[in-house]
């Protein structure tokens, strides 16, 4: 039903920017839950960020506090990932996820689990 696609992955040197787009069709990202999760080889899946579309509230992770920030678009279709002073740790395949509609504030929007619709990532690579 809703179809995701993640584009803007590429190679940086530690301390580089690059930004993310996560863009939907056959559905908009309207009371829903929009998530970006990432994956290293051999590790789990983790949660990054996520944004409640109808209002516009935000989470990160600790880990990119200061340094990521999401973003929404005002056609309901796309959201932004934008990653300054990159880190090595950061590197993995980045997805953006999307939950059902509407979605209640008493999910957990931390956990993959509560997320139905899965882009198929996009290599994010940072050296030093």
């Known amino acids: 039903q809703v179809q995701l696609v993640e584009s803007g992955g590429g190679s940086v040197q530690a301390g580089g920017s690059l930004r993310l787009s996560c863009t939907a069709s056959g559905r908009t990202f309207a009371n829903r839950v929009v998530g970006w999760f990432r994956q290293a080889p051999g590790k789990q899946r983790e949660f990054v960020s996520a944004l409640r579309w109808s209002v516009g509230r935000t989470y990160e992770t600790d880990s990119v506090k200061g340094r990521f920030t999401i973003s929404r678009d005002n056609a309901e279709t796309t959201t932004n990932l934008q990653m300054n002073s990159l880190k090595p740790e950061d590197t993995a395949v980045y997805y953006c996820?999307?939950?059902?509609?509407?979605?209640?504030?008493?999910?957990?929007?931390?956990?993959?689990?509560?997320?139905?619709?899965w882009g198929q990532g996009t290599q994010v690579t940072v050296s030093s």
């Open positions: 996820a999307a939950t059902l509609a509407p979605f209640g504030g008493e999910r957990d929007v931390t956990h993959p689990t509560s997320y139905s619709y």
